[in-house]
């Protein structure tokens, strides 16, 4: 039976909850808003006198697009660091989001995409096998997941050698050295509403499954023998876990190419808000990831306006300053 004082701090926890789950989407809206007034080319406060190709089809699509795929960098970013219990675990790091880009770039080197439908879904599939495949060659290179540092190592190893097999696509194919190099750099300035579509659908899908068997993750956080003893099927749910961090990145890098660190820097920006719980945690890395992509977006568009550079650069500067400090904080005895 619940007493008074746990009925009152429960209603408490609650407001706390919505009380930042609003800020945080308050500032997301804030920012759409901001990708869609502003560009390389200046800003448009008038939406009535704005050119409206301009502001609908071509600004509120990026930006949208952005925010997504910073959302599905993010959540895989926190599904990666509960999952494995690494702190510095990152679908750039753990080789997923170069597998996800060899996937890309096998499909438009060798694959015949008749149809915009078949492009679509060729580079989505793609990208999400990729993915898959790099994650798993990173965890059997570490011989599983309990050693931090080999997963990490492993994890860096695969990346190098997949990014690798990249660049060779550019000798096999020197025509399409142009649009390789725009996904290894990390693009947004070609999303469209069809991009848009395919990642809120595959955010909301990944995002209500993760969310529905995080108490998972709950529990592999008292431990791994705790977690047995609980009587939950802990592999099957890790291959569950495993295939939506594969879906979210190769999404993610399908649309918009490479972009490191997102998935990194998200979960640790918001663990203090989270409070320990991992349901809420995944929910704002979500809303975390979208937040600071879409805010590297709209640096990387004005800064040097009226000349665009790749977002992937922003976030890879910004990112690794994060990380630096993140391994100085540990180094020095300090809470990751």
Same mark, same amino acid.
């Given at each position: 039976?619940?007493?008074?004082?746990?009925?009152?701090?429960?209603?408490?926890?609650?407001?706390?909850?919505?009380?930042?789950?609003?800020?945080?989407?308050?500032?997301?809206?804030?920012?759409?808003?901001?990708?869609?007034?502003?560009?390389?080319?200046?800003?448009?406060?008038?939406?009535?006198?704005?050119?409206?190709?301009?502001?609908?089809?071509?600004?509120?699509?990026?930006?949208?697009?952005?925010?997504?795929?910073?959302?599905?960098?993010?959540?895989?970013?926190?599904?990666?660091?509960?999952?494995?219990?690494?702190?510095?675990?990152?679908?750039?790091?753990?080789?997923?989001?170069?597998?996800?880009?060899?996937?890309?770039?096998?499909?438009?080197?060798?694959?015949? +995409? #008749?149809?915009?439908?078949?492009?679509?879904? =060729? $580079?989505?599939?793609?990208?999400?096998?990729?993915? *898959? @495949? !790099?994650? &798993?060659?990173?965890?059997?290179?570490?011989?599983?997941?309990?050693?931090?540092?080999?997963?990490?190592?492993?994890?860096?190893?695969?990346?190098?050698?997949?990014?690798?097999?990249?660049?060779?696509?550019?000798?096999?194919?020197?025509?399409?050295?142009?649009?390789?190099?725009?996904?290894?750099?990390?693009?947004?300035?070609?999303?469209?509403?069809?991009?848009?579509?395919?990642?809120?659908?595959?955010?909301?899908?990944?995002?209500?499954?993760?969310?529905?068997?995080?108490?998972?993750?709950?529990?592999?956080? +008292? #431990?791994?023998?705790?977690?047995?003893?609980? =009587? $939950?099927?802990?592999?099957?749910?890790?291959?569950? *876990? @495993? !295939?939506? &961090?594969?879906?979210?990145?190769?999404?993610?890098?399908?649309?918009?190419?490479?972009?490191?660190?997102?998935?990194?820097?998200?979960?640790?920006?918001?663990?203090?808000?989270?409070?320990?719980?991992?349901?809420?945690?995944?929910?704002?890395?979500?809303?975390?990831?979208?937040?600071?992509?879409?805010?590297?977006?709209?640096?990387?568009?004005?800064?040097?306006?009226?000349?665009?550079?790749?977002?992937?650069?922003?976030?890879?500067?910004?990112?690794?300053?994060?990380?630096?400090?993140?391994?100085?904080?540990?180094?020095?005895?300090?809470?990751?």
């Amino acid at each position: 039976m619940h007493t008074r004082e746990d009925v009152i701090i429960s209603i408490m926890q609650k407001n706390y909850f919505l009380g930042k789950l609003s800020g945080l989407l308050i500032f997301s809206a804030v920012l759409v808003l901001m990708g869609t007034l502003l560009g390389s080319t200046g800003a448009s406060w008038n939406f009535i006198d704005a050119d409206q190709t301009l502001v609908f089809d071509i600004r509120l699509p990026r930006s949208l697009g952005a925010y997504l795929a910073g959302a599905l960098l993010g959540l895989a970013g926190g599904i990666a660091q509960s999952l494995f219990r690494n702190p510095l675990a990152d679908p750039y790091l753990l080789g997923s989001a170069s597998g996800a880009l060899l996937g890309v770039g096998s499909i438009l080197c060798f694959a015949y +995409l #008749g149809n915009s439908w078949l492009e679509i879904i =060729g $580079l989505n599939g793609g990208a999400f096998l990729g993915a *898959l @495949i !790099g994650v &798993l060659a990173s965890l059997i290179l570490a011989g599983g997941y309990r050693g931090s540092l080999r997963l990490l190592l492993s994890g860096v190893v695969i990346s190098v050698i997949l990014g690798a097999a990249n660049s060779m696509f550019t000798f096999i194919r020197p025509d399409l050295f142009q649009s390789i190099q725009s996904f290894m750099l990390g693009n947004t300035t070609l999303l469209s509403w069809s991009g848009v579509e395919i990642m809120a659908i595959a955010l909301v899908l990944c995002l209500l499954v993760t969310l529905i068997i995080s108490p998972t993750l709950d529990a592999l956080s +008292l #431990g791994e023998n705790t977690a047995r003893t609980l =009587g $939950l099927p802990l592999d099957q749910l890790r291959l569950v *876990l @495993i !295939g939506i &961090l594969a879906l979210a990145t190769g999404c993610a890098v399908a649309q918009t190419g490479l972009i490191a660190f997102v998935g990194l820097a998200a979960p640790h920006l918001v663990r203090k808000l989270a409070g320990g719980r991992q349901r809420v945690q995944l929910l704002f890395s979500c809303l975390g990831g979208g937040i600071l992509l879409l805010s590297s977006d709209l640096i990387a568009r004005t800064l040097f306006a009226p000349i665009e550079i790749p977002v992937g650069l922003v976030t890879a500067v910004l990112g690794g300053l994060y990380l630096l400090i993140l391994l100085r904080r540990t180094s020095l005895g300090g809470r990751p």
